[in-house]
């Protein structure tokens, strides 16, 4: 069927049916971390509980079933993004350790003066902060691709500002505060023809849609678990394998080596080059379960739910006129709606709206500079999911009406 049984996804959520005195709780601040099935849940306690051991050195029974699930949950993550090549799926950290993987390994490296990386106005501190620093350290420069006043990236702009000069195109598939989602493969075009390599932040993309690394031509791609039904402390980077091929490892240390002597040491194949030190296994594996989870409930889907509520948000919040939703119009937008309501703080605001148990955000959501473009120092941010419901979205309206009522 087109549609979810939400009813019944709720059921895989057990921290849905918490209370705060009464008042059920309604997340809504899903682009900030999502919720965690069961299933997933119970493939790390069955990690820790049946073959909790260290990775790709052991002999015995115990490490081989924990190296061969955590290898082939690269396998698993990679099929989700659209590689079958385990060499080009790295596991780090999260997505800022994926982009500084790449601002390291590649960038101090092959950056210099008169060299040029291009970012948008709605990067995410995690792509704007890394490769701003980079480019100071190497003498290269960053320029950023503007947003119109709907919240699109200018693409004549883009075509303008990426150039032969151009080393780096590091652009986010989806914001985590205008809800636009990017038309990556046209910028993966541009970069090309001018030389360039480009790096797409997918932090915002992979858990809401279909995403499919090849047909968008992405030399590197970084995403990460919390977002997309997996547990903390595990991202990927996805690297074009020829191009991870060439690049020096990033971190030092034991598993990534394949000969070391006092004076000097050689590599492991991919993508063991890139995981210094004992990885980060149960999430590793977890990761791989939410993949399938949510191929089960199918991505489409899982998109379409979302993006309706967030169109639902958008319309009911912009019916009163002293609201701002930022970003595309209400049918062309990713799962979230950040806004302001004229006089009231979005801090106050979200802890008004706290009052009524809806969890929202508010701040800026680490895009401090789209923040300035906008005119805002911060904004409130509801974000949705495969879980939640058009009641859900009822009772965040409401309780913004009561909170800008409290303000009047
Ligand atoms: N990029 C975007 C677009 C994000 O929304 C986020 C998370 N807020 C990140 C990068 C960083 O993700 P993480 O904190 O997991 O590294």
Request: one cysteine or more; aromatic letters at 8%.
């Amino acid at each position: 069927s087109e549609t979810l049984d939400v009813a019944a996804l709720r059921e895989d959520f057990p921290v849905l049916d918490r209370e705060f005195d009464g008042t059920p709780l309604v997340y809504l601040d899903n682009a900030a971390t999502s919720q965690t099935p069961k299933r997933v849940v119970e493939s790390i306690t069955d990690y820790y509980y049946r073959y909790n051991a260290n990775v790709h050195r052991g002999i015995h029974s115990l490490s081989q079933e924990a190296s061969i699930a955590y290898e082939e949950a690269h396998d698993t993550v990679g099929e989700f993004v659209g590689t079958d090549r385990r060499e080009e799926i790295v596991f780090t950290k999260n997505t800022t350790e994926s982009m500084n993987t790449v601002a390291y390994a590649w960038g101090l490296n092959e950056l210099g003066p008169g060299d040029e990386v291009v970012l948008t106005e709605m990067e995410h501190h995690a792509s704007l902060v890394t490769w701003q620093q980079i480019a100071r350290r190497t003498g290269a420069e960053c320029k950023y691709i503007p947003i119109t006043d709907d919240g699109y990236l200018d693409m004549e702009a883009a075509r303008d500002l990426i150039t032969d000069d151009t080393e780096m195109v590091s652009v986010v598939h989806a914001s985590n505060t205008l809800g636009t989602v990017n038309p990556v493969r046209e910028l993966a075009d541009i970069a090309h023809d001018h030389g360039s390599y480009i790096f797409v932040d997918g932090a915002q993309s992979v858990p809401h849609q279909p995403v499919d690394v090849k047909a968008m031509d992405c030399d590197f791609f970084a995403f990460s678990g919390h977002k997309m039904c997996g547990p903390t402390g595990v991202g990927v980077l996805y690297g074009k394998e020829h191009l991870l091929e060439e690049m020096d490892p990033y971190l030092y240390g034991g598993m990534m080596i394949s000969k070391v002597t006092f004076e000097d040491s050689s590599w492991h194949e991919l993508p063991w080059k890139f995981e210094a030190g004992t990885p980060p296994i149960a999430q590793g594996i977890a990761l791989a379960e939410a993949c399938d989870y949510l191929d089960d409930v199918g991505m489409e889907r899982v998109h379409r739910h979302s993006t309706d509520l967030a169109r639902y948000a958008h319309e009911e919040l912009t019916a009163s006129d002293d609201v701002e939703v930022y970003g595309p119009p209400a049918d062309d937008r990713g799962p979230l709606v950040a806004f302001n309501v004229d006089g009231v703080h979005a801090h106050d605001l979200s802890s008004i709206v706290n009052d009524y148990g809806v969890a929202i955000r508010a701040g800026d959501h680490c895009t401090q500079p789209l923040h300035d473009v906008l005119g805002a120092t911060a904004s409130a941010r509801a974000s949705f999911y495969l879980y939640n419901t058009r009641e859900e979205v009822d009772a965040l309206v409401d309780a913004v009406d009561e909170a800008r009522q409290l303000f009047a």
